[in-house]
C-alpha cells in the first residue's frame, strides 16, 4: 500500500511520497520495519515535531504484533487469528504515523527517510503518466518457465517483469527489449505466480506497473 502526498521541496520542486508496502511483508519483515521506523524516528524526534504519540503507537502495536508472532506458531487459529488481528492494528498505525510525517510543514524527502520509512521521489526515476503494459496471457514453455504475451504502450525502450508468489515480496525476473519471445525463467516450480509489467522509456523513466496475471508453473 503506497500512500501518496503532492509534497513540494524548496529546492526543486519534486514530489515524494512515503510508501509502506507493508501489505505484501512477510511477518517478520513487517516486525523489523516497523522496529526500526520506531528507533528511527525517536532518535530523529526534533525533525517529527508533534509525533510523540504517534511513535509510541507504532511502539505498543509493534510489541503486541512480536509477542503476537510467537505465540501464533502451532498453537491453533485461534492464535493465528490474534496474530493477524495485531497485524491489521500494527499497519494501521504505520499508515497514521506516515500520514502525520508528510503533513510537517517544510518536510523533503531526506528529511523524510529519516523517519525509516520508504520514500519515493519523482523525477528522472518517477512513473510517467503514459498507458501501462497490458498483460494478455500467460503459458507454460517448460519447468519453471512461463511465456508471456504482452501489448506495450507507445514509445517504450523495454519491457520491466516482476512476479509476486502468495505474501512475498515481488521479485524481479527479467527486462525485454520487445514484446516478442518473451520467457520468464528460473522460476519457483509449481506456485502461482503473479505477473506484472511495466515499460522503461528513455531517461530511465517508467510506467506504473501492469494489473497482476496469475498462473501456475509446472
Not at 511520497?17 to 511483508?25: A, D, E, M, P
Not at 494501521?92 to 510537517?104: E, F, N, T, W
Amino acid at each position: 500500500m503506497n500512500l501518496r502526498l503532492d509534497k513540494l521541496s524548496s529546492n526543486n520542486m519534486s514530489l515524494f511520497r512515503i510508501s509502506l508496502g507493508v501489505s505484501k511483508k512477510k511477518d517478520s519483515q513487517l516486525d523489523d520495519y516497523a522496529t526500526n521506523i520506531v528507533i528511527k524516528t525517536t532518535a530523529n524526534a526534533a525533525t517529527f515535531p508533534g509525533q510523540t504519540a504517534n511513535v509510541a503507537a507504532v511502539g505498543a502495536a509493534q510489541v503486541n504484533f512480536h509477542e503476537s508472532l510467537s505465540v501464533s506458531k502451532g498453537n491453533g487459529l485461534a492464535a493465528t487469528a490474534d496474530k493477524k488481528a495485531k497485524r491489521v492494528i500494527l499497519e494501521a498505525a504505520l499508515r497514521v504515523l506516515a500520514l502525520a510525517i508528510q503533513a510537517i510543514p517544510g518536510m523533503t524527502a531526506a528529511t523524510a527517510r529519516l523517519s525509516g520509512f520508504d520514500v519515493i521521489e519523482s523525477g528522472p526515476h518517477a512513473p510517467v503518466a503514459t498507458n501501462k503494459p497490458v498483460i494478455g496471457g500467460l503459458s507454460n514453455v517448460a519447468p519453471g518457465k512461463l511465456g508471456v504475451k504482452v501489448t506495450a504502450p507507445d514509445g517504450y525502450k523495454s519491457l520491466e517483469f516482476q512476479t509476486t508468489v502468495g505474501t512475498a515480496e515481488p521479485v524481479r525476473c527479467g527486462t525485454f527489449p520487445s514484446t516478442r519471445d518473451v520467457v520468464l525463467e528460473d522460476l519457483p516450480s509449481l506456485q502461482l505466480h503473479a505477473v506484472q509489467c511495466r515499460a522503461v522509456f528513455g531517461g530511465k523513466r517508467y510506467s506504473e506497473w501492469s494489473e497482476p496475471v496469475s498462473h501456475t508453473t509446472t
